[in-house]
């Protein structure tokens, strides 16, 4: 017996500020339909409709900390690749096989150049070889969905570059297309933060 009721009407396309609609009980929930039904789960999905804050990392950053952003599950990274060069992240974790990194462009999309993990070695790895003639902006999206990582218990990302970070890079912007600003920048090498 069905519980809920099914939602008859054509739908359009929904755009990305739109919350799925939660689908609506006509009958008193009893243990089988709770046992059915993940309140966790719609929520997360929920929170992965909207644009995903970057944290733009500084140029000479070799390691980053963070953690999956709650209930969305994970946290966006926004990097500057020169022409001709390349760059290689990491993830790190005592639970590395539940987490997954995506690298995609500014749409949200692969282009020519990135190659994610796609040999199944359970390796969090992405990179990245710049085929323009410009700098480009990458984004990185380290997926956490079972919220493996919190301020306590956060991931560390390895950051790879071919070019020696002093390289002056033209200023291209990170936060566009579909991403906004983190509220925060992220941490600078642990070299830098001893200095100071």
């Given at each position: ?5 099914p939602n ?99 749409w949200g ?44 218990n956060p ?42």
């Amino acid at each position: 017996m069905n519980r809920i009721r099914p939602n008859q009407e054509k739908k359009r396309p929904l755009r990305f500020n739109e919350l799925l609609a939660t689908p609506r009980c006509t009958e008193r929930p009893d243990e089988t339909f709770w046992r059915t039904r993940d309140l966790a789960a719609e929520i997360q999905r929920n929170a992965r409709r909207g644009p995903i804050p970057i944290v733009r990392i500084a140029p000479d950053a070799s390691e980053v900390k963070g953690f999956g952003l709650f209930p969305a599950g994970w946290r966006g990274y926004g990097f500057v690749v020169p022409p001709g060069e390349s760059l290689k992240v990491s993830l790190f974790h005592p639970n590395r096989g539940w987490f997954r990194l995506q690298m995609v462009n500014k749409w949200g999309n692969l282009e020519e150049g990135m190659l994610q993990n796609v040999v199944r070695t359970f390796e969090p790895v992405v990179t990245y070889t710049n085929p323009s003639k410009q700098a480009r902006a990458i984004y990185v999206i380290a997926d956490d969905p079972g919220w493996m990582s919190y301020e306590q218990n956060p991931f560390t990302l390895k950051i790879e570059r071919s070019w020696d970070p002093a390289l002056k890079l033209d200023d291209t912007p990170v936060v566009q297309g579909i991403w906004t600003a983190a509220a925060e920048e992220a941490p600078k090498p642990e070299a830098e933060a001893k200095k100071g």
